[in-house]
């Protein structure tokens, strides 16, 4: 599907990645792109530099009210379903996460079956693999939830759930549908709900103060963190793609783990503070391995992706970002 002169819907339009997308979006030609929110999890504050862009529509929706995804998906080529609860909200509302994350995107698929959109790109994660075990991390391994706890679980679960759906409507409806399973995403405009993306933001907001951070652990705890503007770049690709009833992973391929992360950090703001190494017992935890392979040649051989920013240049362009909301 061409991006330039198309509509586009992004549910969860005005979060993180979704804002990202819209940029992206914007710059690659497209002739409208709709942001749908209910503002939830997010405002509008520091996206005024889409918003001034005539092609921006701005919808106050909610996916679980499939009236609102009819009224607002007339003429709309494809649609990026981005909104959902991540894995610390779902802690807090358990029916309010499996509501948004399960039957919301039913709610998505059905109002594109009928208003015949051609595809549906859906945001998922890394999450539908559980706590993967050491080994290389590709697409066909299952998701192992004995060793997590019952939010991890959850959140999975819907997301595996959300991946079958768009494979169903894609080979009962005609509706293209690829499933981007998100490592760790950061990036600019990051926001306090992500588990493990957090501990960057923490770190940087204490440091500052001249506080020292805590660390889970002994710093040995690895994940792989995606810039969101590399994440943004797939699901452009993937909606241009002609693959359908795929899930590919989206990651860097590179374990980075929180001592060198908080190295990273340090250096960037000038401290020389060291952590406090020990689990927080309020934290919510997800995974805590010290390895971790992500193989991303799926992705790759399907649409041609690719990570192209480090971790090193990510944090920068972060904190820079940071440095500008104080």
């Given amino acids: 599907m061409k991006i330039d002169g198309g509509k586009f819907m992004i549910t969860g339009g005005v979060s993180l990645i979704g804002s990202h997308v819209a940029e992206h979006l914007l710059a690659a030609g497209a002739a409208e792109v709709v942001l749908f929110d209910n503002y939830s999890l997010g405002t509008t504050d520091m996206i005024g530099h889409i918003l001034d862009d005539s092609r921006v529509k701005l919808v106050r929706g909610d996916i679980t009210r499939i009236n609102e995804l009819y009224d607002t998906l007339e003429g709309v080529d494809g649609i990026f379903a981005i909104a959902g609860f991540l894995t610390l909200p779902f802690s807090q509302n358990p029916a309010l996460g499996i509501t948004v994350n399960a039957l919301g995107h039913v709610n998505v698929l059905e109002a594109a079956r009928y208003r015949g959109v051609k595809k549906v790109i859906f945001s998922s994660s890394v999450a539908t693999y559980g706590d993967p075990g050491p080994g290389v991390i590709d697409e066909t391994m299952p998701f192992n939830f004995h060793s997590m706890t019952p939010p991890g679980v959850l959140y999975g679960s819907t997301k595996i759930i959300g991946e079958q759906l768009g494979r169903l409507y894609s080979e009962r409806y005609g509706i293209q549908s690829v499933s981007l399973r998100y490592s760790t995403v950061y990036g600019e405009r990051q926001h306090y709900r992500g588990v493990n993306a957090l501990y960057i933001i923490d770190t940087y907001d204490k440091l500052v103060k001249g506080e020292r951070p805590s ?21 452009l690709m993937a909606m241009q793609s002609d693959v359908t009833g795929e899930a590919v992973n989206v990651a860097t391929g590179t374990a980075t783990n929180l001592n060198r992360l908080f190295e990273i950090v340090a250096g960037l703001v000038g401290s020389d503070l060291k952590p406090i190494y020990g689990a927080s017992s309020e934290a919510v935890r997800v995974t805590t391995s010290s390895a971790l392979d992500f193989d991303i040649g799926k992705i790759d051989r399907l649409i041609g992706w690719k990570p192209e920013i480090s971790i090193e240049d990510g944090i920068g362009r972060l904190v820079r970002w940071l440095e500008t909301q104080s």
């Fill in 215 to 235: 660390m889970p652990g002994d710093g040995s705890e690895v994940h792989d963190y995606i810039h969101v503007a590399d994440v943004a770049r797939a699901n």
